[in-house]
Every structure is written in C-alpha cells, then in structure tokens.
C-alpha cells in the first residue's frame, strides 16, 4: 500500500527509490526469474531521498504514506515511520549512506571507490504484483550497486550481527547471479576487482539460491514479479 501511493503521487525518480529488501520484488520482476522468499525481510521498507536531511524527507513523505495508513507517525528518534501494527518506512539521504560506506572498517581506497561510483548510476523501474493482485509500480536502487553494497556492509561493518550479516551476504549472492544470469547491464570489470571474494562467490554462493534461480532460468521469464 505504501509503494502503490508512493507511485501515485509519482514520486518515484532518481530522488526517491526503495534500496532496501523490497527492491529485491523490483529485480525479480526484470529478471523475469524467482529468489528463495527466505530472503525476502518482512516489517519494513528503505527509501533513499535525495532531501538534504532525513528529518525533512520524512516529513514531505508523511502525508502520502498515511494515505495508505492513517496510523503511521514519525518517530525521530529511529529516523522512521511507524504505524500501529509495527511496519516501519526507514528513510535515508545519500549523505547518510555515504557516510555508512565510509565509516566501513578495513575498506580500502579502491573498494570505497567502487561503492562510491555505484550510487550515482541510474535506478531502474518495473511493476510487480502485490498479493491482493493489483499492480504495483517500483523504482529502485540499480541491482549491481544493490548487490555489491549490501555484501559490503555485510563483510566490513563491524556492527551487524551474525543474522544480519548472513542474510545480507545471501541477498547479495541472489542479486548478483540474477545480474550476471539476466542483468541487462553487467558488473564492470572494476567492480568485481575491488571484491574478489564477492565475484568469486557469484560462481558458487547459497547452493538455495543458485538452485533456484538455475531452475528459473529453465522456464520462460514471467512478465511482472508478485509482491
């Protein structure tokens, strides 16, 4: 619901786009190909804004958001917004995210430059099927800087835990075979040479997701991915 009006009031551009887990639907649908659903987080939504700060893209965001849920509040605290059943719509500025990548523990020159050049490259649209069957309209962080930054995090922040850490690594190696396998726009060369550990593990990585998508791959592509 919140996607849906996030799309009506087209606000989705390079300004505004989802960079979290449900961006994963938004792969999926370009694809044409399915990703195991353990990888699919439940309960929240990233956005990233192009707003000079998060407190003032959550208040601009606000109004369309409650017109999916009158229940959502801003909770500053969290730099989020909540509604009474606990889902949660987390906004964040480039500024933010750069400044997560360069707070990265053991990054190196190169590899904070690859996920520095990898957020200026364009986002990419498709429309997927939400589970009540109607149309949902998405813009998202393109799958290659989707990929290599969240095996990023995983790998160089030192504050993720062990759950957190393996499902983002996972969500990585997904996205990255779906782009190798079906990408309209492949890693360059720089980018697999800052990570070689990553590009290594595009050639074997969760046997449950290369099972998977090796299996997709076999049957013709769906035209829109369900949500």
Do not use: C, W
């Not at 989705?12 to 639907?25: E, N, Q, R, T, W």
């Not at 649209?125 to 990023?152: E, H, Q």
């Amino acid at each position: 619901d919140v996607l849906r009006e996030i799309a009506r009031h087209e606000l989705f551009d390079a300004k505004l786009f989802v960079i979290g887990s449900a961006a994963m639907h938004l792969f999926e649908a370009s694809a044409g190909a399915l990703l195991p659903r353990s990888l699919f987080a439940e309960g929240d939504l990233d956005l990233l804004s192009s707003a000079e700060s998060r407190q003032e893209a959550m208040e601009e965001l606000l109004p369309v958001i409650q017109r999916a849920d009158k229940s959502f509040t801003l909770h500053a605290a969290s730099r989020s917004m909540r509604n009474d059943r606990g889902f949660r719509v987390h906004l964040h500025t480039r500024r933010s995210l750069l400044k997560s990548i360069d707070q990265l523990d053991g990054a190196s020159e190169e590899q904070l430059s690859v996920l520095h050049s990898l957020l200026d490259l364009e986002p990419v649209s498709a429309v997927a099927i939400a589970r009540d069957g109607a149309l949902v309209g998405m813009t998202g962080m393109d799958p290659r800087a989707f990929a290599l930054t969240k095996y990023a995090l995983a790998t160089l922040d030192p504050d993720r835990d062990g759950a957190a850490t393996r499902m983002a690594k996972d969500q990585a190696y997904a996205v990255g075979r779906l782009v190798v396998r079906f990408g309209a726009r492949s890693f360059k060369e720089d980018h697999l040479a800052a990570f070689p550990a990553f590009a290594e593990s595009l050639e074997t990585g969760d046997p449950e997701v290369a099972g998977v998508i090796g299996a997709a791959s076999a049957t013709p592509a769906p035209l829109m991915k369900r949500a």
